[in-house]
């Protein structure tokens, strides 16, 4: 369950149980003011009667005032009952209605069944002197709780509805809140998620304090990614830079060889060596490109580079491997300077990976096109070969690191070229696509725009 869905959940369940409070308060309240109206109406109207007793010659005289039944009819038309007692006895009324407890000098309630009804009944207690004795005089009066009732009801669906009103509206403001609350964490994610692969930078992003925690131990783990793929990086670079150091004295004294010889067989062999050593020198190169692509990507040195120059200069490079397989190298669009702004030392290592990566494939006596032209707001170059084609892979897949070609099994390679100069081409903004050419072969189209 997600974090938001669960504060929310909560928050609702506060709602719900805050809704039933507040229901069951209004509800108490309402029925008990209803019940204090109707027991101060009741005490009246035995007041009244109580008042309207007197002594006379032959006992008591009670004349009940209209009054006294009058305000009760008013409130609703419940029906009333009454009995009065003189010294525990009936003197008039309904001899079986229940009688409260005696209640002292106030007034005393009771709610009771009566005659398939419920009754709200006072009882008021008063003395009188008859002959020189006192008589005690009790004055029951009851009334039927429809009225009552009725309220009770009219509040509680008044209190349902606030309650009902108050759940929506908490729920409402409770979903609100968590999205307010968890909006800290989402803008935190999205700078997170918005980086690069190769970006661990610490990430210095402002966030409550409840985040700090989070964002210490993130950043901790980050400097410590950091640190282990700086020290991997290191190792590869140091260990490539320790194999060219052998592979180049190897390559010397064999071309030494190869020209102090006129044995045709010893210079096919030594020319397999020569062959050899240039694929492991270039396997060993391509590792220590690399290391310091993936670092420079992070701390580029961006400055003016005319690509034009630098395309010429990796054609250069490349001529003498070129050679040793009778691989003609054809170079267009280089007449005018190509001024961009980025790290040269990054672009010479895509230049130079495309350009190896087409002389290696190529077969023998082919040609390689190196073309380079403006665009809208970008220059293109191209690298054209004749050579096997990507296959069945996509350009995309064969971009990754150590990902080589189905029909490459025999040649060896890193699997590093093309991920090097996805990489380049990521870290100035640009694009890097491979095609099958038509008739055969390979078009590798780097992209790099102009500023």
């Not at 190298?329 to 980025?342: E, F, K, N, R, Y």
Request: net charge neutral; charged share 25%; with cysteine.
């Amino acid at each position: 369950m997600s974090l938001r869905r669960r504060l929310f959940l909560q928050m609702l369940g506060v709602a719900a149980v805050l809704s039933v409070a507040l229901y069951l308060t209004v509800r108490t309240v309402a029925e008990r003011a209803a019940e204090a109206t109707q027991d101060n109406i009741l005490a009246a109207s035995a007041t009244a009667i109580a008042e309207a007793a007197r002594a006379a010659d032959q006992g008591i005289l009670v004349d009940i005032p209209y009054a006294a039944f009058a305000m009760l009819g008013a409130v609703s038309e419940d029906r009333v009952f009454y009995r009065i007692l003189a010294n525990d006895e009936t003197i008039t009324g309904y001899e079986d209605l229940p009688m409260p407890g005696p209640g002292g000098a106030g007034p005393a309630y009771l709610t009771s069944p009566y005659r398939d009804t419920v009754v709200r009944i006072v009882r008021l207690n008063r003395q009188l002197p008859v002959d020189g004795r006192p008589v005690d005089l009790g004055i029951v009066v009851a009334q039927t709780r429809l009225a009552q009732d009725a309220i009770a009801r009219r509040v509680a669906n008044v209190a349902a509805g606030l309650g009902i009103g108050f759940f929506l509206l908490a729920g409402l403001l409770g979903g609100l809140a968590a999205q307010s609350t968890l909006r800290p964490l989402r803008r935190l994610a999205g700078a997170v998620s918005r980086r690069g692969p190769s970006d661990l930078r610490p990430v210095d992003h402002s966030a409550p304090s409840e985040l700090q925690p989070l964002l210490s131990a993130l950043n901790g783990f980050i400097g410590r990614l950091r640190a282990a793929l700086d020290r991997t990086e290191t190792l590869i670079a140091e260990a490539a830079h320790h194999v060219r150091t052998p592979l180049a004295t190897v390559r010397i004294q064999t071309e030494i060889a190869l020209r102090n010889t006129d044995d045709d067989a010893t210079r096919r062999t030594l020319r397999a060596v020569i062959r050899a050593v240039e694929e492991s020198a270039r396997s060993a190169g391509q590792l220590l490109d690399h290391a310091m692509v993936s670092y420079r990507s992070d701390h580029m040195d961006r400055g003016p580079v005319d690509l034009a120059r630098r395309l010429s200069e990796m054609v250069h490079s490349v001529t003498p491997a070129a050679d040793l397989r009778d691989i003609d190298l054809h170079l267009s669009g280089v007449d005018q300077p190509a001024a961009i702004t980025g790290d040269e030392v990054l672009i010479d290592a895509a230049l130079r990976n495309l350009l190896d990566n087409a002389v290696k494939y190529s077969p023998a006596d082919a040609r390689i096109e190196a073309a380079l032209a403006p665009g809208d707001g970008w220059f293109w170059i191209e690298i054209r070969d004749r050579g096997r084609g990507i296959g069945e892979a996509g350009g995309a897949e064969l971009a990754t690191r150590f990902r080589r070609g189905a029909n490459v099994g025999d040649i060896v390679g890193s699997g590093l070229g093309l991920s090097i100069v996805e990489e380049v081409a990521r870290a100035h903004g640009g694009r890097f696509s491979l095609e099958n050419r038509e008739g055969g072969g390979t078009c590798a189209r780097l992209e790099l725009p102009r500023t």
